[in-house]
């Protein structure tokens, strides 16, 4: 079993930035890819970014490409999502996840490709 502990959401302008935090614990860190969604209300949750289990593979939105980053340190069992430039269209609740999948990451963009959750983190930006 793995836990997930998601952090770094806030409140922010538009043009601004945050770092998400996705602490892994509970296996091996480097069994799994790891994801981040995010959703608002009303709406089904929807992929953002992933992850390899090496890092040396990632996979991003149409909508944050070249705006956001994710990338993960195995030394501290920790994935990072650095979110550069947001608008109020990026406000939602943001959620990581892991997978044992061993699939390409742009097959994992589905909900069902990850079997743990972390809370949420609340990002919020204001125009």
């Known amino acids: 079993q793995v836990q997930l502990v998601d952090s770094g959401g806030g409140l922010v302008q538009a043009g601004d930035s945050l770092r998400l935090s996705c602490a892994v614990s509970g296996r091996t860190f480097m069994s799994y890819a790891v994801g981040w969604f995010r959703q608002t209300p009303g709406k089904e949750r929807e992929f953002v970014a992933a992850?390899?289990?090496?890092?040396?593979?990632?996979y991003y939105a149409d909508s944050v490409k070249g705006r956001f980053t994710i990338a993960r340190d195995n030394a501290k069992n920790t994935v990072y999502l650095q979110m550069n430039s947001l608008k109020p269209e990026d406000t939602a609740v943001y959620y990581c996840?892991?997978?044992?999948?061993?699939?390409?990451?742009?097959?994992?963009?589905?909900?069902?490709?990850?079997?743990?959750w972390g809370q949420g983190t609340q990002v919020t930006v204001s125009s």
């Open positions: 996840a892991a997978s044992v999948r061993t699939v390409a990451l742009p097959t994992m963009t589905s909900q069902k490709s990850f079997s743990s």
């Open positions: 992850i390899s289990r090496s890092g040396g593979s990632t």
